[in-house]
């Protein structure tokens, strides 16, 4: 079989299906190096929590091997978790036409082989939480129960995105947790920032999907919000933006890190004005994008950290 008959429907293009081995190209595509958008999304609020946890210690010092080790277990836990989800969602995938073709509904790879690669990406994932302190080590574990239990959420509640955004924001905590050893307030109005911000991207990345899963059972936001879906990126998405806020003002942070929020917040609502529901390349754009708004914000918390530090 060929590697262009077996690109994943909404990634094509990319150096997997143009450059990696044709043995490892069903599991580069089941950990979602193709479409590598979703480990920058699960990155993103681990590097603003370690910013943030390092401008409140007045610490630089030890802020880019966090990071560093936040991105190694961001792509390796993510990628464990599409696995995950692959093996949950075979028989589902199948019926959906922008899923069929993953790997194990297409016939690309066995359950039994994804769940050796989920093993071997959780042992990365493992390697990589084992740097951290006592503390941190046993934040990160308590994540898993929450991504166990995504995968099914999309079959009893309109709202699994809610559950993405207490598995994929968890990184908003473990900031503090490797830096501080604790989680402070400001930490948990991140958290809660984020989940918002998770809420409405992932909203806008359902609509892909919406005609589908309405036909096969599959529930979610976008289904639950349907014409309503811009004001309720509005309330979600302005949620995010005050609750982050709040952790700034919580964590005294200055100028740069209130400049972040700022662009970050004009990015949102520039993906708001953009929105067409009825427009799924569209949806995937805008849905990729938040990769740059997580970034902005990035941007200035680092700013306020290193001055802090000076």
């Given at each position: 079989m060929s590697g262009a008959a077996t690109r994943v429907a909404d990634a094509t293009g990319n150096w997997v299906d143009s450059h990696a081995p044709l043995w490892s190209r069903p599991y580069l595509r089941l950990c979602r190096l193709d479409r590598?958008?979703?480990?920058?999304?699960?990155?993103?609020?681990?590097?603003?929590?370690?910013?943030?946890?390092?401008?409140?210690?007045?610490?630089?010092?030890?802020?880019?091997?966090?990071?560093?080790?936040?991105?190694?277990?961001?792509?390796?836990?993510?990628?464990?978790?599409?696995?995950?989800?692959?093996?949950?969602?075979?028989?589902?995938?199948?019926?959906?036409?922008?899923?069929?073709?993953?790997?194990?509904?297409?016939?690309?790879?066995?359950?039994?082989q994804a769940l050796a690669f989920l093993v071997l990406q959780a042992l990365v994932g493992l390697a990589v939480l084992l740097q951290f302190n006592a503390f941190a080590i046993a934040t990160g574990i308590a994540s898993l129960i929450i991504v166990a239990a995504y995968p099914f959420m999309k079959r009893i509640t309109y709202w699994p995105q809610v559950v993405l955004g207490l598995a994929f924001s968890w990184g908003a905590l473990m900031g503090f947790a490797v830096t501080l050893a604790r989680i402070d307030v400001a930490a948990l109005f991140l958290y809660a920032g984020s989940i918002a911000w998770v809420i409405g991207y992932d909203t806008i990345y359902a609509h892909q999907d919406s005609e589908d899963d309405l036909l096969i059972g599959i529930k979610s936001t976008a289904l639950l919000f349907g014409a309503r879906t811009t004001p309720a990126l509005m309330a979600f998405y302005g949620l995010a933006v005050a609750l982050i806020g709040a952790a700034l003002m919580l964590a005294d942070a200055r100028w740069p890190a209130w400049l972040g929020l700022a662009m970050f917040a004009a990015h949102l609502a520039w993906q708001i004005a953009r929105l067409d529901i009825r427009d799924t390349a569209r949806c995937l754009r805008l849905f990729k994008s938040n990769r740059d708004a997580g970034l902005l914000l990035a941007a200035g918390l680092l700013v306020d950290a290193a001055l802090r530090a000076g």
């Open positions: 590598p958008i979703g480990s920058w999304l699960l990155l993103l609020p681990c590097w603003w929590s370690a910013a943030i946890a390092a401008g409140v210690a007045h610490d630089l010092s030890r802020l880019p091997g966090f990071l560093a080790l936040f991105f190694i277990g961001a792509f390796a836990m993510r990628g464990a978790g599409c696995t995950w989800n692959d093996i949950t969602d075979r028989d589902l995938d199948g019926k959906v036409e922008r899923t069929r073709s993953r790997p194990i509904p297409a016939g690309q790879v066995t359950v039994i």
